[in-house]
């Protein structure tokens, strides 16, 4: 009998249709699952299509979130911008009217610096008109000095020729001092700087000697070979002046002077021969001639 019933089986697929039936193989039919077409099951496909729209979703999520996050950059770089245009324009406007304030800043400036060119010029003109006015006065009243010690002298003169004859009208002076038109005069016979020298004559109410002309000057020159100072000092460089503040009429300058030498000859002194020479003050020490109105 089994060889019969083998017979009716005469095909493979008829066999394996019969061997299915009496086995039943659960995990190949795939009881759990609906089968494509071709016997192929469709669970896979559809897991892997779930975790593929996962990971789009994901992956949109990410993307969506970056270009929300490059939205807002870019507002803020939208913002930044708008800021240093506002900025820049307020800073064109700035420049703007700092540029206007210095070309009106210049144009001041050039006119405060013209009006200090001209009051400069003014200056100079006034300083070089003081000059001339001060060198004139100070001539003119060397002038009048000299032409007052003149008439001065030839009323003493006349007073002089009425003493001889009624006798004098003014005081003698007391000796030592010795009278000559008018006023009195002290050789010292010691030897002293010119400052103690100084000191010395305001002590004696006097003064050191102011010459005012030649016939003084001839009256004054010494017998004897002695140096004496007198009443002149230099005031300025170039410029000497009397002892009361007077400048220079009469000069009786030795050949040469005044020369200043080393910058330290300030004083006056007179030579035995009656010639002036410039020489230090305090270093050297010389024999000095007061002088003081005679009273009348």
């Not at 039936?21 to 995990?27: A, D, G, I, S």
């Not at 507002?75 to 307020?90: A, M, T, W």
């Not at 006798?167 to 002076?173: M, T, V």
């Not at 030897?191 to 004054?220: G, M, P, Y």
Request: overall charge negative; some cysteine.
């Amino acid at each position: 009998m089994e060889s019969i019933q083998y017979n009716r089986w005469e095909t493979s697929e008829e066999f394996e249709m019969a061997d299915t039936k009496r086995h039943w193989r659960p995990w190949e039919a795939g009881w759990w699952a609906k089968q494509l077409p071709g016997g192929r099951p469709a669970f896979p496909l559809y897991l892997l299509f779930s975790v593929t729209s996962f990971l789009w979703i994901i992956l949109l999520s990410m993307l969506l979130s970056k270009v929300m996050e490059l939205s807002r950059e870019i507002e803020n770089l939208d913002e930044q911008l708008e800021g240093i245009q506002v900025n820049g324009s307020v800073t064109s406007e700035k420049l703007v009217a700092l540029q206007v304030a210095l070309n009106s800043s210049d144009g001041k400036h050039q006119t405060l610096k013209a009006k200090a060119e001209t009051m400069a010029e003014k200056l100079r003109n006034l300083q070089e008109s003081q000059v001339s006015l001060s060198t004139t006065l100070s001539q003119e009243l060397a002038e009048a000095r000299e032409d007052r010690e003149n008439i001065r002298s030839e009323m003493f003169r006349g007073l002089e020729a009425v003493r001889s004859e009624n006798g004098s009208f003014c005081q003698p002076c007391v000796s030592p001092w010795k009278a000559f038109q008018g006023s009195c005069y002290f050789f010292s016979t010691i030897k002293f700087t010119w400052s103690k020298a100084r000191d010395d004559c305001i002590q004696k109410k006097a003064h050191l000697v102011i010459i005012n002309n030649r016939d003084e000057q001839n009256f004054l020159t010494p017998t004897k070979r002695l140096g004496f100072w007198i009443g002149l000092r230099k005031a300025k460089e170039g410029e000497h002046k009397w002892i009361d503040g007077t400048s220079l009429g009469y000069t009786n300058w030795n050949e040469g002077e005044p020369n200043d030498t080393h910058g330290k000859e300030d004083c006056v002194m007179m030579l035995h021969h009656g010639k002036w020479n410039d020489f230090p003050c305090e270093i050297s020490s010389d024999n000095w001639i007061c002088e003081k109105k005679q009273t009348c």
